[in-house]
């Protein structure tokens, strides 16, 4: 089954290692094959990975592209190492992580480096507002 994705005027899409501009119009692509895709919203940059989640999604995102774990692995679990040890509550974000690299599924290991980095955030706005840690709902 082809993936459909649609693109507002001006927004860029990775497919492989092509970018893709759409043009001043909506446009749908319909997309078959086995090739890393990614929205342009969804691309991190060395430069905007400014906090260590985000360099750890960073990392994943390389690791997807790519698609050779081998080349960032180091890297990864040095940023992942220092993260636990300073987050200790994520472990359970970054071993969703961690199997999902073990088991091939990169781009679902993306998504939880996603979620990683909306958690990062919430402590940076709990710990910002003076609160001691999350909400019971999280």
Do not use: H
Not at 9 to 20: D, Q, S, T
Not at 22 to 48: H, V, W, Y
Not at 53 to 78: G, P
Request: with cysteine; aromatic share 6%.
């Amino acid at each position: 089954m082809a993936l459909k994705v649609e693109l507002k005027p001006g927004e860029k899409l990775l497919v492989g290692n092509c970018i893709i501009t759409n043009s001043d119009q909506r446009t749908r692509l319909f997309i078959d094959g086995r090739a890393p895709i990614l929205r342009e919203k969804d691309i991190l940059t060395a430069e905007t990975a400014k906090t260590p989640a985000r360099r750890i999604y960073l990392a994943v995102q390389l690791m997807y592209i790519e698609d050779d774990i081998a080349t960032t692995r180091d890297a990864y679990f040095s940023l992942v190492n220092e993260f636990i040890a300073a987050v200790p509550s994520s472990a359970e974000i970054v071993n969703q992580i961690n199997n999902e690299i073990l088991t091939g599924q990169l781009y679902k290991a993306l998504k939880a480096s996603q979620r990683l980095i909306e958690y990062e955030q919430d402590l940076i706005s709990n710990a910002s507002a003076g609160r001691p840690r999350l909400p019971a709902d999280r």
